[in-house]
T-cell receptor, first 116, second 112 residues
Framework: GAVVSQHPSRVICKSGTSVKIECRSLDFQATTMFWYRQFPKQSLMLMATSNEGSKATYEQGVEKDKFLINHASLTLSTLTVTSAHPEDSSFYIC????????????FGPGTRLLVL | DQQVKQNSPSLSVQEGRISILNCDYTNSMFDYFLWYKKYPAEGPTFLISISSIKDKNEDGRFTVFLNKSAKHLSLHIVPSQPGDSAVYFCAASARGAGKLIFGQGTTLQVKP
């Protein structure tokens, strides 16, 4: 159990376009999902916490207008990178918690974004 | 401020021997700790966790030890297998805070 999927797995786009990444919990309901970013050979950096039915909580330094997060249902959160630029190229990973009081997060497979 | 630190960027172990990965933390509010395994271009896979009310948790070949006074935890893998070769991240959370703080990762190589 506790399977999380992400789509797409890879995306290449032109500078200035917007890209949407989907994160789904397949076999459980996730009241909270998280979005991370990983640069090469670095750790995972939390970008924002997404709560179903409410606004996302962004970490310091993360532009909320740049990285739009929507958590419309208990199984789906989306991250939209708006007006993407080459510096937004990265590996984006989502995770989900199986319950409000569960600390363990289960991660999706990640999405590789390349902005040309 | 790196609240969770993995000071060894890499570790090489012979197949069949024990792998010991270490992690230190600074925030005394952390009360739940996790280890994840990650392959390149994939998401982390949950391995094992431990609550601060325990000092040891075991699951098959994986054992996590927690020393609260030293603010130190370790992951023991025994016996190590070539398939264990990956990057291992430790993570910590303060109950109620919801978010995980990750260490920098340790790359484990298990040689046949």
């Amino acid at each position: 159990g506790a399977v999380v999927s992400q789509h797409p797995s890879r995306v290449i786009c032109k500078s200035g376009t917007s890209v949407k990444i989907e994160c789904r919990s397949l076999d459980f309901q996730a009241t909270t999902m998280f979005w991370y970013r990983q640069f090469p050979k670095q750790s995972l950096m939390l970008m924002a916490t997404s709560n179903e039915g409410s606004k996302a909580t962004y970490e310091q330094g993360v532009e909320k207008d740049k990285f739009l997060i929507n958590h419309a249902s208990l199984t789906l959160s989306t991250l939209t990178v708006t007006s993407a630029h080459p510096e937004d190229s990265s590996f984006y990973i989502c995770s989900a918690r199986n319950g409000m009081y569960q600390e363990t997060q289960y991660f999706g497979p990640g999405t590789r974004l390349l902005v040309l | 401020d790196q609240q969770v630190k993995q000071n060894s960027p890499s570790l090489s172990v012979q197949e069949g021997r024990i792998s010991i990965l270490n992690c230190d933390y600074t925030n005394s509010m952390f009360d739940y700790f996790l280890w994840y395994k990650k392959y390149p271009a994939e998401g982390p896979t949950f391995l094992i966790s431990i609550s601060s009310i325990k000092d040891k948790n075991e699951d098959g070949r994986f054992t996590v030890f927690l020393n609260k006074s030293a603010k130190h935890l370790s992951l023991h893998i025994v016996p190590s297998q070539p398939g264990d070769s990956a990057v291992y991240f430790c993570a910590a959370s303060a109950r109620g805070a919801g978010k995980l703080i990750f260490g920098q990762g340790t790359t484990l190589q298990v040689k046949p």
